[in-house]
Structures are given as structure tokens and as C-alpha cells.
């Protein structure tokens, strides 16, 4: 009953900020490290960043740091994705994702276009 739901995407120009959510249910993300990936056209999928559980803090690849922060809600139980000065090379689709009980969940990703 694990269930991840992306929101939060759409056409953007390069330099602006964007905000993903992702909503869960079947889990808790304050027990959980929630990742975000994403995928762009003709490439295969690639690791953006994650949240550890607890107060463990954030992890993100090195095309992303310094622009990109995640972030959670325990009470509304939803992981984020702060997108900051976005530029063409962030595009694509947007997956959050939690490991559960041995398998891997993902949601139905969530479209990010940044052009002029």
C-alpha cells in the first residue's frame, strides 16, 4: 500500500525556481530516506538527492549543489524538492522514491521543462 504522488512541475525559464512535492502514504518519512531522482530524454535515470531519516541530514550529486534543496514535512508526511536557478540540463522527469520492506516504491513522476 505504498504510494508516492509527484506534484509540483511545469515550464519554467532558465534562472527560475521550481518546488517539488512528494506526497507519501503507506510509510513515514520521518522514518524514512526519501530520494529524488530524475530522467531526461534519451538518458537513463540519475540519483538528484536525498533525505536520511532522523537528523542525519541531506546527500545531493554535484550537479545539483549549491541550487537544489531537500526538505520534509512530517506532519503532512511529504518530501520537497526546492529547485533553484533551474537551467536547461534540468530537464526532465522527477521521481521521489523509498525503500520499504526490501523494494524499492516510486511515484509517477512529475514533469520539469526549463526553456527559453
Known amino acids: 500500500q505504498v504510494q508516492l504522488v509527484e506534484s509540483g512541475g511545469g515550464l519554467v525559464q532558465p534562472g527560475d525556481s521550481l518546488r517539488l512535492s512528494c506526497a507519501a502514504s503507506?510509510?513515514?518519512?520521518?522514518?524514512?530516506?526519501m530520494n529524488w531522482f530524475r530522467q531526461a530524454p534519451g538518458k537513463e535515470r540519475e540519483f538528484v538527492g536525498r533525505i536520511l531519516n532522523g537528523g542525519a541530514g541531506t546527500e545531493y550529486a554535484d550537479s545539483v549543489k549549491g541550487r537544489f534543496t531537500i526538505s520534509r514535512d512530517y506532519a503532512k508526511n511529504t518530501a520537497y524538492l526546492q529547485m533553484n536557478n533551474l537551467q536547461p540540463e534540468d530537464t526532465g522527469i522527477y521521481y521521489c522514491s523509498v525503500f520499504f520492506r526490501g523494494r524499492q516504491y516510486w511515484g509517477q513522476g512529475t514533469q520539469v521543462t526549463v526553456s527559453s
Open positions: 503507506g510509510i513515514m518519512v520521518v522514518t524514512s530516506h
